[in-house]
């Protein structure tokens, strides 16, 4: 079956860096798009970023251009977000989700918490 | 804040009828299929419509999706107390070049 596992969340200091990485299984993941979505504390959801099947195309929200970097290991099976520059309002659950459009199928989501 | 605008809350009594709407503008909802998503009380999002109006397997068909213009509706017929969560509208926006969600609605079954 579908899994998607996100790992690399915790606690960061302002300004610092975090690499967050889900691991994908049970589908082929080198054929998919893939999305990070993130939700902050009792807030809605709000997409972060996607990346295409093969790498080729990204696309972010303007408030992580230029600090958020999308990419993805189709031999690992696996997608990564390098977070740099982070700022307290980047606190959220961090979800995968696959899919070449839209986000379809979801991970469980890993906490970033930006606190000093 | 959200280009997609949903109102806060909905409820209904068990049976009922509850409908959402989610309102957008000529460069989403007016030129892309609206997707919508369920988020039970503690748990990670699931796709609940697709591609505007379709259901994905194991989706149960009291839920159905419309659009109109620039707007969209998700309706819940004969609404359950499982039904209790957050629903959200989404689509691509052509203009931000990004994907969007709606603001969100809180279903209560009363």
């Known amino acids: 079956q579908v899994q998607l596992v996100e790992s690399g969340g915790g606690l960061v200091q302002p300004g610092r860096s975090l690499r967050l990485s889900c691991a994908a299984s049970?589908?082929?993941?080198?054929?998919?798009?893939m999305h990070w979505v993130r939700q902050a504390p009792g807030k809605g959801l709000e997409w972060v970023a996607i990346i295409s099947y093969d790498g080729s195309n990204k696309y972010y929200t303007d408030s992580v251009k230029g600090r958020f970097t999308i990419s993805r290991d189709n031999s690992k099976n696996t997608l990564y977000m390098q977070m740099n520059s982070l700022r307290g309002e980047d606190t959220a659950v961090y979800y995968c989700?696959?899919?070449?459009?839209?986000?379809?199928?979801w991970g469980q989501g890993t906490l970033v918490a930006v606190s000093s | 804040q959200s280009v997609l605008t949903q109102p806060p809350s909905a409820s209904g009594t068990p049976g009922q009828r509850v409908t959402i709407s989610c309102s957008g503008s000529s460069s989403n909802i007016g030129i892309k299929t609206v997707n919508w998503y369920q988020q039970l009380p503690g748990t990670a999002p699931k796709l609940l419509i697709y591609t505007t109006n379709q259901r994905p397997s194991g989706v149960p068909d009291r839920f159905s999706g419309s659009k109109s213009g620039t707007s969209a509706s998700l309706a819940i017929s004969g609404l359950q107390s499982e039904d209790e969560a957050d629903y959200y509208c989404?689509?691509?926006?052509?203009?931000?070049?990004?994907?969007?969600f709606g603001t969100g609605t809180k279903v209560t079954v009363i």
């Open positions: 989700a696959r899919g070449n459009n839209s986000p379809g199928y």
């Open positions: 989404a689509t691509w926006d052509d203009s931000l070049n990004a994907y969007v």
């Open positions: 049970g589908f082929s993941f080198s054929s998919y798009g």
